[in-house]
Nanobody, 125 residues
Framework: QVQLVESGGGLVQPGGSLRLSCAASGFTLDYYTIGWFRQAPGKEREGVSCISSSDGSTYYADSVKGRFTISRDNAKNTVYLQMNSLKPEDTAVYYC??????????????????WGQGTQVTVSS
């Protein structure tokens, strides 16, 4: 069965850090662009970051640029999202997704073939 499983979420104080993991099974991530998305209560799901399948190209939303870093380890079939200097407005369910389509479209939810179930991130004191 094709699966993406997110982990690493939890409760953290403002200014703290978390590292999210997205582990794939049933397929190999080598040829897929991977995106991270998030959805807060009552709001639409939004793109956070993407990483390409080949040359390491990355995209970051303006709201997280300079604080979040996306990376991949193809040998482990896993993609990571390092989140630093967390703010209360980062609170959301975070999802990873995979697509074989063009990297330049990686911000569009409709382009993704596979989705994980999400992991909750709560930033609060």
């Amino acid at each position: 069965q094709v699966q993406l499983v997110e982990s690493g979420g939890g409760l953290v104080q403002p200014g703290g850090s978390l590292r999210l993991s997205c582990a794939a099974s049933g397929f190999t991530l080598d040829y897929y662009t991977i995106g991270w998305f998030r959805q807060a209560p009552g709001k639409e799901r939004e793109g956070v970051s993407c990483i390409s399948s080949s040359d390491g190209s990355t995209y970051y939303a303006d709201s997280v640029k300079g604080r979040f870093t996306i990376s991949r380890d193809n040998a482990k079939n896993t993609v990571y999202l390092q989140m630093n200097s967390l703010k209360p407005e980062d609170t959301a369910v975070y999802y990873c997704a995979a697509t074989r389509r063009l990297f330049r479209l990686c911000r569009l939810l409709v382009e993704y073939d596979y989705w994980g179930q999400g992991t909750q991130v709560t930033v609060s004191s």
